[in-house]
């Protein structure tokens, strides 16, 4: 098989980046761009097992779940620690705690689904005329879930909101802060509709269905706004992608994806930058804004992919 080339792993890298955590199926794109293009990316850019192209973009899934880390830093600091403090005096008291054990449970149904199912869909699905399906479905989920989702559970102003720290080890008045409450917020969700909505990651295995969309809109489904939906998506997301990295990682390192080494870093520090602005992004966009505009987006990219492979017979 061809090596990545440079120019390939930035535009990739980007493109990436941003679909990852946009509602728009990272991976959809990633087997849609190399049979749009054609030619030499054609060929180059084709997922199947021992793909240079695949080991290259676990790479970039990595870097993608580092910049979520980066960017959530203290909530992680804050959920770590809750976890280990719930381990050592074993209790669920705070809302880290609860937090933290929420987003374990949440995780782990798409943990063992990825583990069964990854490797069988992505051979029989990942292809571009079932990605382009996939992805005006997406669409279509997207803009039913605007129209057909519970309002959240509670209309009190988010400035008006009483926080309860009672829980915690002092009394000693502090500074609540926006992601603080936000967590608090997410803490009170019930084990079972943390783990229906960890769950709905696994549609993401489909080429097109996106995993933040996805997941986002079972919680908008369980009654949270749009804000604490796309926050709880991408920490759900980030154990997910890491832990994929760490299994499919080893690939990158074999000598026949030697040639594709330089390349994947370049487009991992693009893919990382590109996370970094989009999260950023993102969460000022979602705390007014809906899914609306994205669910065009796919829906028109996925009929229009559909017709050009009709059309030119490229797929």
């Known amino acids: 098989m061809s090596a990545v080339s440079y120019l390939e792993s930035i535009v990739v890298g980007a493109l990436q980046g941003v679909s990852e955590l946009f509602p728009v199926s990272s991976l959809g794109h990633s087997v849609l761009l190399p049979a749009l293009v054609g030619g030499s990316w054609g060929r180059d850019l084709s997922i199947g097992k021992d793909s240079p192209y695949l080991a290259v973009l676990v790479a970039m899934h990595v870097a993608t779940a580092i910049a979520l880390i980066l960017f959530f830093r203290r909530d992680w600091v804050r959920i770590v620690t809750g976890l280990w403090t719930s381990i050592r005096r074993r209790e669920v008291r705070t809302a880290d705690q609860r937090l933290a054990w929420l987003l374990i449970l949440a995780t782990i149904p798409v943990g063992i689904a990825g583990l069964l199912l990854e490797s069988l869909l992505r051979d029989v699905l990942g292809k571009p005329v079932p990605s382009a399906i996939f992805l005006a479905l997406n669409g279509g989920v997207l803009f039913a879930a605007e129209k057909f989702s519970r309002k959240p559970k509670t ?3 988010r400035t008006e909101e009483t926080i309860d720290f009672s829980a915690e080890e002092t ?34 295995l489909l080429p097109g269905i996106s995993r933040s969309g996805i997941t986002m809109v079972a919680g908008l489904r369980r009654g949270l706004d749009h804000e604490d939906a796309a926050r709880f998506a991408w920490l759900l997301a980030t154990p997910v992608i890491l832990a994929a990295g760490a299994l499919k990682m080893p690939s990158l390192f074999t000598p026949e994806n030697k040639p594709s080494l330089g ?47 009709a059309v030119s017979g490229a797929a």
């Open 263 to 309: 390349p994947a870093l370049v487009g991992s520090v693009v893919a990382f930058v590109a996370s970094y602005i989009s999260v950023r992004f993102l969460t000022k966009y979602f705390e007014t804004r809906t899914l609306t505009p994205f669910a065009i987006y796919c829906a028109v990219a996925g009929i229009g992919s559909l017709i050009f492979f």
């Open 155 to 157: 209309d009190v102003s």
């Open 171 to 204: 009394m000693v008045m502090r500074a609540v802060t926006i992601d603080e409450a936000t967590d608090v917020r997410l803490s009170k969700l019930s084990v079972k509709e943390a783990v229906l909505i960890g769950s709905a990651q696994i549609l993401a």
